[in-house]
């Protein structure tokens, strides 16, 4: 055990980033009080994480103000090791008093905490050295916008929305967020790292049609730098196009075909993915792609790529959770698993080692061999056919431990590569495994939903439940 150290003693001279009211100095100075004070109470290992974070939120609806929310949040989190048994704990308050005990009750908890073999901090060989957990990844652009300018542009979205069509009866209004945070962790492994970063939307749900035909949709732009936010009255006509688009849906008859997932449901395909390869899933065993490193689980066209420095990118990190150093590589090569999603926990658990994915997947980019650059929606339609272009989903129909899929959804029935009519009031089902190895193209729709990036796929046949 370390000996213990002397706290630090806290101050607030050097002046926060504009938005916050804690700079980076004073949460380091937060972490090496818990963690010194964990040393004092005998802790075997520890680490700690201050963080802030702050916002606006503003909506509107037919043109009148409906809420503005202005969020700020702090905590200290603290987990403490006793040998292999492990406490947690938090606090908001960030006195001295108060960060002693909450160390006091995360070593409390570990001291009466079951050995659990595979607790412990990372390994040291996989913590992140200083200069790259330094990394300037560009995460960072706040929007000093105010409540009054954040309102007149949600009103520019839903008015461009509701000027489209005669046919745009009504709105389930729009919103624009600005959001920004920022952190400080270290652990008794050697690791210390931190930075901010900020995410800033402008969304809109327009309503077409009345009484029974009566059609809803929606669109968002989501970025870090406000400036790269697509227009409002840009994402105001697409939205309501969208709902235009699905007046006079009919269901239709039950039957097997060929479905073309919209690009921004295609990301939620490549969830599925990074869910059943999680280590959680895997030492658990529930998941449908157990013991799957080195099998093909999908086309030989088909590649998965992760890549955690991608600038301004929404998955983005110089390092994990835990500290672990992160790097580009392949998940899908040619079809064929090469990585699971593992933390430092999960990797014990399996005899393996983290690949730096505590707290989720980096930015994933799924693609084809055979995509070309022309290979637009429409090019894809002709692909598809005659089958059944999704473009909503409803529900949360996947069974991880099986792999069963049954989604309800709505979109369109296209024939000879053309759309023909909306639909809606259907069930699509299938099997993830199945469903994988059925991926015959991949658009060059390349869509980006979060952390994920991937143009709309094509399966080759799945169940299509209607009349």
Same mark, same amino acid.
């Given at each position: 055990?370390?000996?213990?150290?002397?706290?630090?003693?806290?101050?607030?001279?050097?002046?926060?980033?504009?938005?916050?009211?804690?700079?980076?100095?004073?949460?380091?100075?937060?972490?090496?009080?818990?963690?010194?004070?964990?040393?004092?109470?005998?802790?075997?290992?520890?680490?700690?994480?201050?963080?802030?974070?702050?916002?606006?939120?503003?909506?509107?609806?037919?043109?009148?103000?409906?809420?503005?929310?202005?969020?700020?949040?702090?905590?200290?989190?603290?987990?403490?090791?006793?040998?292999?048994?492990?406490?947690?704990?938090?606090? $908001?308050?960030?006195?001295?008093?108060?960060?002693?005990?909450?160390?006091?009750?995360?070593?409390?908890?570990?001291?009466?905490?079951?050995?659990?073999?595979? =607790?412990?901090?990372?390994?040291?060989?996989?913590?992140?050295?200083?200069?790259?957990?330094?990394?300037?990844?560009?995460?960072?652009?706040?929007?000093?916008?105010?409540?009054?300018?954040?309102?007149?542009?949600?009103?520019?979205?839903?008015?461009?929305?509701?000027?489209?069509?005669?046919?745009?009866?009504?709105?389930?209004?729009?919103? +624009?967020?600005?959001?920004?945070?920022?952190?400080?962790?270290?652990?008794?492994?050697?690791?210390?790292?931190?930075?901010?970063?900020?995410?800033?939307?402008? =969304?809109?749900?327009? &309503?077409?049609? %009345?009484?029974?035909?009566?059609?809803?949709?929606?669109? $968002?732009?989501?970025?870090?730098?406000?400036?790269?936010?697509?227009?409002?009255?840009?994402?105001?006509?697409?939205?309501?196009?969208?709902?235009?688009?699905?007046? %006079?849906?009919? %269901?239709?008859?039950?039957?097997?075909?060929?479905?073309?997932?919209?690009?921004? /449901?295609?990301?939620?395909?490549?969830?599925?993915? +990074?869910?059943?390869?999680?280590?959680?899933?895997?030492?658990?065993? $529930?998941?449908?792609?157990?013991?799957?490193?080195?099998?093909?689980?999908?086309?030989?066209?088909?590649?998965?790529?992760?890549?955690?420095?991608?600038?301004?990118?929404?998955? $983005?990190?110089?390092?994990?959770?835990?500290?672990?150093?992160?790097?580009?590589?392949?998940? &899908?090569?040619?079809?064929?698993?090469?990585?699971?999603?593992?933390?430092?926990?999960?990797?014990?658990?399996?005899?393996?080692?983290?690949?730096?994915?505590?707290?989720?997947?980096?930015? /994933?980019?799924?693609?084809?061999?055979?995509?070309?650059?022309?290979?637009?929606?429409?090019?894809? /339609?002709?692909?598809?056919?005659?089958?059944?272009?999704?473009?909503?989903?409803?529900?949360? #129909?996947?069974?991880? +431990?099986?792999?069963?899929?049954?989604?309800?959804?709505?979109?369109?029935? +296209?024939?000879?590569?053309?759309?023909?009519?909306?639909?809606?009031? &259907?069930?699509?089902?299938?099997?993830?495994?199945?469903?994988?190895?059925?991926?015959?193209?991949? #658009?060059?729709?390349?869509?980006?939903?979060?952390?994920?990036?991937?143009?709309? &796929?094509?399966?080759?046949?799945?169940?299509?439940?209607?009349?």
């Amino acid at each position: 055990m370390n000996k213990p150290i002397k706290p630090p003693v806290l101050s607030q001279d050097t002046a926060p980033a504009p938005g916050f009211t804690y700079s980076q100095a004073r949460f380091e100075e937060l972490v090496d009080l818990a963690l010194g004070h964990a040393r004092v109470l005998g802790a075997t290992d520890a680490g700690a994480e201050a963080s802030e974070g702050s916002g606006l939120s503003v909506s509107v609806r037919k043109g009148e103000l409906e809420n503005v929310e202005r969020n700020r949040d702090k905590s200290l989190g603290v987990t403490v090791y006793v040998g292999q048994r492990r406490g947690n704990a938090s606090t $908001s308050d960030f006195s001295q008093e108060a960060v002693k005990r909450t160390v006091q009750a995360a070593f409390d908890i570990a001291r009466f905490t079951a050995d659990d073999p595979a =607790a412990g901090l990372p390994d040291a060989i996989d913590i992140v050295s200083v200069s790259e957990a330094r990394r300037d990844l560009d995460l960072f652009h706040p929007w000093a916008v105010s409540s009054a300018q954040a309102a007149e542009i949600a009103r520019a979205a839903e008015a461009a929305a509701l000027t489209v069509d005669k046919r745009i009866t009504n709105s389930e209004g729009a919103s +624009v967020s600005a959001q920004q945070s920022h952190f400080f962790s270290a652990h008794t492994r050697g690791f210390r790292g931190g930075y901010a970063s900020s995410r800033h939307s402008i =969304a809109v749900s327009p &309503i077409a049609g %009345k009484g029974d035909d009566m059609q809803r949709d929606y669109w $968002s732009s989501s970025q870090r730098h406000p400036q790269e936010l697509a227009a409002p009255e840009a994402i105001g006509r697409y939205a309501a196009e969208r709902a235009l688009s699905r007046l %006079k849906a009919r %269901k239709i008859k039950t039957t097997e075909c060929p479905v073309l997932f919209e690009s921004p /449901l295609a990301a939620g395909l490549l969830g599925a993915l +990074v869910q059943a390869l999680s280590g959680s899933a895997l030492y658990r065993k $529930s998941s449908f792609l157990l013991d799957s490193l080195g099998q093909q689980v999908m086309p030989e066209h088909i590649d998965v790529r992760e890549d955690p420095f991608v600038l301004r990118g929404k998955g $983005s990190s110089p390092f994990d959770d835990e500290g672990v150093q992160v790097r580009p590589r392949s998940v &899908i090569e040619a079809g064929q698993v090469q990585g699971y999603f593992l933390s430092s926990y999960s990797a014990r658990k399996l005899g393996m080692r983290t690949t730096g994915n505590a707290g989720g997947s980096h930015n /994933l980019n799924l693609t084809s061999r055979l995509t070309r650059p022309q290979d637009d929606l429409n090019a894809m /339609l002709e692909k598809l056919g005659s089958g059944l272009f999704v473009t909503e989903l409803m529900g949360q #129909g996947v069974n991880y +431990v099986t792999g069963d899929y049954s989604r309800g959804a709505s979109g369109f029935w +296209v024939e000879k590569g053309r759309i023909v009519y909306p639909v809606q009031e &259907i069930t699509i089902a299938g099997n993830m495994k199945e469903m994988f190895l059925g991926m015959a193209a991949v #658009g060059s729709d390349a869509y980006n939903y979060g952390a994920k990036t991937v143009g709309s &796929i094509l399966i080759e046949r799945m169940k299509v439940a209607g009349n």
